[in-house]
């Protein structure tokens, strides 16, 4: 009796990866002439402006990036559901980072931060949390052995280091050259690469999500 080969494994398919970076460059660069043009007085929206601005609470370049954040956490969460042990721990912290990215996105928490204490304030928790919490939980994932561990505590890094290192760029242009154009491209620059950078979290996170009806060990 012959036995049938087996069947190769699907390729991933990464279109929707693509589709949402493109719309990022998109909609990001729409935000960027928003900002310009409105901040020199020739803005035609009436009003709207916000809609489009690079980083508006409720405007949709920072709803771009949030939903990315929830994508995120859905995720994350979804391998925690689907593991056991110390591995759905390790899936939940990680899920509960997911949504206070959420939470700090969508009411520009980091902005709030800076009107209270100033932009040192901000530098030094964000660092703090980076530099303390993500060691801790790529540790725990090592001696865990929880697969992928690694790439997500990697990708969580580079965002970090992308959020807090072009927030200081920008503060940095604010005081060397506030003009409009300077301003709206380091705003760009600095939301644009929180966007990216959260499409990498969620890529990585996408991966490690099982196919149904499958538990990760």
Do not use: N
Not at 78 to 83: E, F, L
Not at 146 to 156: D, E, I, S, T
Not at 191 to 215: H, K
């Amino acid at each position: 009796m012959t036995l049938a080969p087996p069947a190769p494994a699907r390729a991933r398919d990464d279109t929707w990866l693509w589709a949402l970076a493109g719309l990022a460059l998109g909609l990001f660069g729409l935000g960027f002439v928003v900002r310009w043009r409105c901040t020199v007085g020739s803005c035609s929206l009436g009003g709207a402006e916000w809609v489009f601005d690079l980083d508006a609470v409720g405007g949709l370049p920072r709803l771009f990036t949030t939903s990315l954040f929830v994508a995120s956490a859905v995720c994350a969460g979804r391998v925690a559901v689907r593991s056991r042990g110390t591995h759905r721990l390790w899936w939940s912290a990680v899920t509960l980072i997911g949504v206070g990215l959420v939470f700090a996105k969508l009411v520009s928490a980091h902005s709030v931060l800076e009107g209270w204490d100033g932009a040192g304030a901000t530098l030094a928790l964000g660092s703090l949390a980076s530099v303390v919490g993500l060691p801790v939980l790529g540790v725990l994932g090592r001696v865990w052995r929880v697969p992928g561990a690694r790439a997500v505590v990697l990708a969580l890094a580079v965002y970090a280091l992308a959020a807090l290192g072009l927030d200081v760029l920008t503060g940095a242009v604010a005081v060397a050259d506030p003009r409009p154009l300077p301003m709206a491209a380091a705003t760009f620059v600095e939301e644009l690469g929180e966007a990216l950078t959260a499409l990498v979290l969620l890529a990585v996170l996408s991966r490690r999500v099982p196919p149904r009806r499958q538990r990760v060990q």
